[in-house]
Each structure stands twice: as C-alpha cells, then as structure tokens.
C-alpha cells in the first residue's frame, strides 16, 4: 500500500505531517510506503530527525500550496503543481492506493471529486466524523463535502456511514438517524421530510426515525444523517463546547477543591482527549473513487500519524467495496 | 401589567405553572396580576398551597388542552378552547398584556402569529435565546420557529435579536454573528450568502461577519443569527452535549479523588445549573404585536417563575418598541 500525504497543507505544515508519517511506521505492513507531497527542501529538513526514513517514506516534489483560505476551485485551476493536487492525481493515476490532507478542506473534497470521480452509485460524496460519547462513537455525516443536499444524497450517507461505523468502530448493524428538530414525521425542513421517506423504505437500514441534537450524546443511534451545513455546524460547534463547558467546570472545581490542581487538570485532559480530533485520525470522504482522509486543519503529528492508521483500516476493511454493495441492494428499494 | 400563563402546557402541567405563578409573586408591582389560563378545577387543587392566591392570581378556564406533539395548526383549528388558544385570544383582545406558555412549541408559535399578528416592518417572528458562555451570554435566534427561511427574515433576527440583548441583558451594541461554516464571505450555502450582504449593508448593526458553531464559545459575538432548523439543532445540540460532557468528567474525576465525590457533584450542578433553561426564564417570540414568551417543555415551577419575570423585563424596557425603531431605520440602509 502507498499512501500519499500533502506534506504542505496543514497550519504547522510540513513540521506536523513529517513527524506524523515517521511516526506511522508502526502502521504500515512490510512494503508499505509513505509519499510525501510538497516541497523537497521543507520536508527533507524535517525527515532528518529519523536516519531510517528511506526505508518506508518517498518524497514527490510539488512546488505550490493552496491557502487555508483560497476558494477551492479557483485555487486548484491556478495551481495545478500544488501539493494538494498533485496528491489526488497521483491517486488517481494509481501512483498511490490513498491520500491524506489537512489542508483547504474545500479544496480537497473538490480534488478528490475531480480527479478520483464517484464510486459506482453514488450521487455525492460526504465527509464522516466519529464522536466519542458516554455510550459510544457516533458517526455523522456530512459534516461539510456538500452544502446543497438533496433527499437522494442524504439518504446515501445513511448508507456509506452505516458501512463505515460497522467496518471501522465495529458496530454491528448501526442504528441510523435523521437530523432534525422533532421526532415527528411532519417537523423538519423539507429536505428532512422527503428523506425521511428514502430511509423508511430501504429495509436494508436500521433506520429508527429522526434524530434531535441532544439525542447525539444519548445513546439512541450510531450514525446521525444530516446535510453539510448543519454538519459542519455541528461538529464546530461540539468542538467549541467541549472547550468551553470543561473549562467552566474546571474553574468552579478549583475553587472548590484546593491543592487538587493537578489531578482535576489531568482529567480535563483526558475528556478533552476524548474531543479531540488528533485522536480520530481524520474524517473520510466518503463515496469517492478512492481513499480520502481529511485531516483537522490544526492537526498535530499525533493527528497525522491517527490519519494514516484510518487509512490502513479503511482499505484492509474494504469499505469502498462494501457501500457499492450495499448502494446497489438499498437502492432497488428505495426506487420501488 | 397582566400575564396570561398557559396552565396546561408543559409536561408537567398544572402542577409546575400553578407553583411557578405563585412564586412569581416577588416580580409583580401592585395591581399586576397572573391570569391561569386552562382547566379550574386542577389549577385550583395547586393554588390551594398558597391561601394569598387571590390577591394576585385570577383564573380563566379552558377545557381544552393542545398535545405536545399534536400538528399545530390542526391542533389549534380543532381545539379553539385550548389554554394554548385562549391564552393568545385573550392577550390579542387586550385581556391581557404578555403571553406565557411551556406547551407546544409550534402551535404556540402559530397561535401567536395568528392572534397577535406581527409587529410593524416585521417579515417573520423569530425564537430568541439566550445561552451563558465563559465570556459572557450569547443570543441566538431563530432556534425553531421559522425553519424556512428567507435572507430578509435572518437579517431582521440580527436586528431584533441586537435589541433584545442590549435591552435585556445589558449588552452594549452587541456584535452580530451570522453562523457559517467558515469565515470568508465564498463559505456558506445560499442563504448565508444572501443574508451577509443583507447585513454588511445596515450602518446600525455592528456585524461582525460569518462565525462558526466553535464561536459561539469565544467570545466573538454577542448574537447569532441562523434558520430555525439550524438554530434548533444548535439548542438541543447544547443541551445534550453539556450533560454528556460533564457526565463523563465527573466519571473521570471521581476515579481519580475518591472521597470528593460530594464536592465534585456539586460543583457539577452549578454548571449544569448555568446551562439550565429553567435559569432563563424562556424565550420570546421576537417579532409579533405583543409579548409571547415560550418555555421548555420541561419547565420546572422555576423555569415558569423566572419566565413571569422576563415577561416583566421584556414589557418595562421597551423591547418591541425598539424594534419597530431600529427596524424601520435599519431597513432604509438595507433597501438602498
């Protein structure tokens, strides 16, 4: 397996994803390499720190870099030597088997859907997340590949994330749920209501009906559909809340317990490890002709290192082969 | 001033509106009276607990009571004697000054829209909340009355909602935010992008720009603006995720001090006390001719006493007064 990574995406690039491709080394199989993306003399600088590198890492030179902040299709048309784009087509050329980025995550998505296309029935790729949660990991999807849903595409990450829950966390049969704001058939937007339906009908989902925000840390689903936007949202929003709520508690509990700094400090840190997007080892693209992770834009090494596990796992769990089967059994359902 | 309550409403109806309006007493100025609108004979068996009653509580009975999840306007159509309706007739005929319900959320939404049309200039009523943060409290609004949204509605929720913050919470020209999933003004779906210029172009709103679920945590802004299916998701979300969070802290934490379990707990509770609706004594519905203030369903005789409070609040500092102003000064900028 080769695994391409754009060494030059991230905020701290290619500091962080250098160290976390030497890290991955205890990932890989025997053969296994890791190509890195981007410009030779950065990357070479910080491959010194392990004489072994050339064993399990090559370097492909890339001489652009999109911004965090670039409009992604403009910028992929204006820089086609750019790390990030030359790492989707190398995928797509089979010159790699997978690619990660924690790069412009606009730009990413468009280059994995330019250049890899679509898996065989899939109307639109989507980004999955898994939360940790009191009762387990919750996968959502789309959590930001595509802003403009419609009903036959959510109802497809119903499906790719039920694989990817059962292939990767090992959840047997997923439970899957709909994003909305009542458990009722008639709330929702519009969108919500004509997917309702698609799920209902596709006998091979555990659908079990709609889902509010809260019941994402209950307990009551392992996959939670919703479009990009809401997505997105979402997973920011977790992000700035976990943050947000410790540190409330942390404050009041210090008050309240003097002397015992350090070991409330220390299970701050454990929950926020929990929250901790360095410890998912990035997001999928789901749906795409290939292997996409994206990686959090702060990304440390330990991000990087997490990302090229997930990408072992997905290929070895055949993930890819298992959406198209279970998108071409669901789909004769739901077009009765 | 005199306060409708919907005795019937909430899940735990009448026994926790009866008990909120008697402990609501300490609120009212002389002659102010809290008029119990719904079923006499089990208002009275909970009024029974306070012998002064009399002096500043009236009844006026309705033998209908809305379901929490009956469809709104079918609910409202067939049930015209539902507290839910009399208690918007009765504020629309000047039988009472403000409206306060824990029931359904939707009819009380419609009942409001129909009863007590909308205030001047104003194109859709909006659901404000307020949500405390480590910087201090934040609005956001709509959370679910409006989930079809148009960019004319959300950049009156800026305005509406800039109103109720300063009026309400003390806030000085408050900073408004318009949720996205980015910052730059490309990021976003239609809506979003619409209503950004809808809001650039008001020289009397201080708007800060796109800001993200994470932001609503730092500090950035005072106000949130979204669509209601947006917006609700974000409010459950909050609910359920400050409960998950703290749940697994506290497991972690009580591993770790044995013997502190107490002090831990209670240190707990004062935050989940902060994240508590019954602390903020519902929302208003922004935006129609009157007061109509909506509480959680599971508002405890708390939630509906600090609820009888900010109905006074909204009243004496002139809220919908407000409105009207900036809104008709507001939209001259925004017409140009």
Not at 77 to 94: E, F, I
Not at 95 to 120: E, F, H, K, P, Y
Not at 191 to 218: H, M, P, Y
Not at 305 to 330: C, P, Y
């Amino acid at each position: 397996m080769r695994i391409g990574i754009d060494a030059m995406g991230g905020d701290n690039a290619p500091c962080e994803e250098v160290r976390g491709a030497l890290a991955a080394r205890q990932f890989l199989d025997r053969g296994d390499k890791i190509v890195l993306i981007g410009r030779q003399d950065a990357i070479r600088q910080h491959l010194a720190e392990d004489p072994h590198w050339p064993e399990f890492i090559e370097i492909h030179h890339a001489e652009q870099v999109i911004g965090m902040d670039e409009a992604p299709v403009e910028a992929l048309r204006s820089k086609p030597d750019s790390s990030l784009a030359v790492m989707t087509q190398m995928h797509a050329n089979g010159q790699t088997d997978a690619c990660v980025s924690a790069g412009n995550t606009g730009a990413c998505v468009a280059a994995a859907q330019m250049r890899l296309r679509r898996l065989r029935g899939v109307h639109r790729p989507g980004i999955a997340i898994v939360t940790p949660t009191h009762y387990g990991p919750v996968g959502i999807c789309d959590v930001g590949a595509n802003v403009n849903c419609r009903p036959q595409h959510l109802y497809q990450y119903g499906i790719m994330a039920s694989v990817y829950l059962q292939c990767i966390c090992g959840v047997r049969n997923p439970r899957v749920g709909l994003l909305s704001i009542g458990q009722e058939d008639a709330k929702g937007n519009e969108l919500v209501k004509q997917t309702r339906s698609l799920l209902k009908s596709d006998a091979n989902l555990r659908f079990v009906g709609n889902v509010e925000g809260r019941d994402i840390f209950r307990g009551v689903c392992d996959v939670v559909v919703c479009d990009g936007f809401v997505g997105n949202v979402v997973l920011k929003l977790m992000e700035g809340m976990a943050e947000g709520v410790i540190r409330t508690l942390l404050d009041e509990l210090k008050a309240m317990l003097p002397g015992k700094e350090n070991t409330i400090r220390e299970a701050a840190g454990s929950i926020i490890a929990k929250y901790d997007y360095n410890e998912y080892g990035g997001a999928p693209l789901l749906g795409v002709g290939g292997i996409c992770i994206i990686c959090h834009g702060a990304s440390s090494d330990r991000g990087i290192m997490n990302a090229v596990r997930a990408t072992m796992d997905f290929s070895k769990r055949r993930v890819n082969e298992q959406i198209m089967e279970l998108l071409s059994t669901g789909q004769r359902v739901a077009d009765v």
